[in-house]
């Protein structure tokens, strides 16, 4: 008889730190949702973790950044740090290989912070859902709150 409601799915956060709003993060391609939708984190951590079960469909080449598809069509993105492609690599260790299917908080990518921050990048890291059309109510939880890599909860959904 309830088999309309649509369940509600989670995120967990890729890597410790704070939350914060994507609106608030100083690259205006992730503060104006250009990319897509999500949260941020100013990153505490060295350890970017999968934020939920999937498939590891792209790791960039720079290990800057990686992209997951969802057994439900979900396409998300965790963009290491502001600007920091230009590093070429420089900083990141990449821990699973593209095409590898994931848990949450399995370990995908390890940074060196002293490396990227003492080039004088940020490592805030956006977490975002890139085809937001497929997605509903998207609510960043957690804002302003300090959370814990592969445990605490950033961002909830429901498909379309």
């Not at 004088?120 to 059309?133: A, E, K, M, R």
């Amino acid at each position: 008889m309830f088999g309309f409601f649509k369940k509600e799915s989670k995120f967990v956060a890729p890597i410790d730190g704070k939350v914060m709003n994507l609106s608030d993060v100083p690259d205006p391609v992730f503060a104006e949702k250009m990319a897509g939708d999500g949260v941020a984190i100013d990153t505490t951590g060295d350890t970017i973790v999968a934020p939920c079960d999937g498939e590891l469909t792209l790791v960039f080449k720079t290990n800057h950044a990686f992209a997951m598809t969802l057994s439900n069509g979900v396409e998300l993105l965790v963009h290491i740090g502001i600007d920091t492609v230009s590093l070429n690599g420089e900083g990141f260790e990449r821990l699973q290989e593209q095409g590898t299917t994931v848990k949450a908080g399995t370990p995908i990518i390890k940074i060196n912070r002293d490396i990227i921050t003492g080039k004088g990048l940020s490592l805030i890291t956006p977490v975002l859902v890139t085809n937001v059309d497929n997605v509903k109510d998207l609510t960043p939880v957690s804002v302003g709150q300090n959370v814990t890599a592969g445990n605490d909860t950033v961002l909830t959904y429901k498909v379309k």
